[in-house]
Nanobody, 122 residues
Framework: VQLQAFGGGLVQTGGSLRLSCAAS????????TGWFRQAPGKDREFVGQ????????YYTNSVKGRFTISRDNAENTVYLQMNNLKPEDTAVYYC????????????????WGQGTEVTVSS
């Protein structure tokens, strides 16, 4: 499965962006799909995920209440709606997909998309 993330850009603090993750095939509809991010000089971190059916989501604490993940399996696409953006959200965002969860509840990625850069200005 090939994943392609897009939709990043420059936004002011408090603004919104919607990232999209498009998959090359319908297999994505049977995979847990999530988002990770990597800020300059930092390790890649988990942002959130959505179950294959879309019925369950899970987010890291720092984005809860601000970010929402949804999916449209008919379009083989997963979305990350980011509201009330903060400068600390500045990072390259990656979508990923897999079939298993870590013991902590985060998905174990088997597939990665290329990143899309998000910059939040203060």
């Amino acid at each position: 499965v090939q994943l392609q993330a897009f939709g990043g850009g420059l936004v002011q603090t408090g603004g919104s962006l919607r990232l999209s993750c498009a998959a090359s095939e319908r297999t994505i509809s049977s995979l847990i799909t999530g988002w990770f991010r990597q800020a300059p000089g930092k390790d890649r971190e988990f942002v959130g995920q959505i179950s294959w059916s879309g019925g369950s989501t899970y987010y890291t604490n720092s984005v809860k209440g601000r970010f929402t993940i949804s999916r449209d399996n008919a379009e083989n696409t997963v979305y990350l709606q980011m509201n009330n953006l903060k400068p600390e959200d500045t990072a390259v965002y990656y979508c990923a997909a897999g079939t298993r969860y870590r013991i902590t509840g985060e998905l174990v990625p088997n597939y990665w998309g290329q990143g899309t850069e998000v910059t939040v200005s203060s």
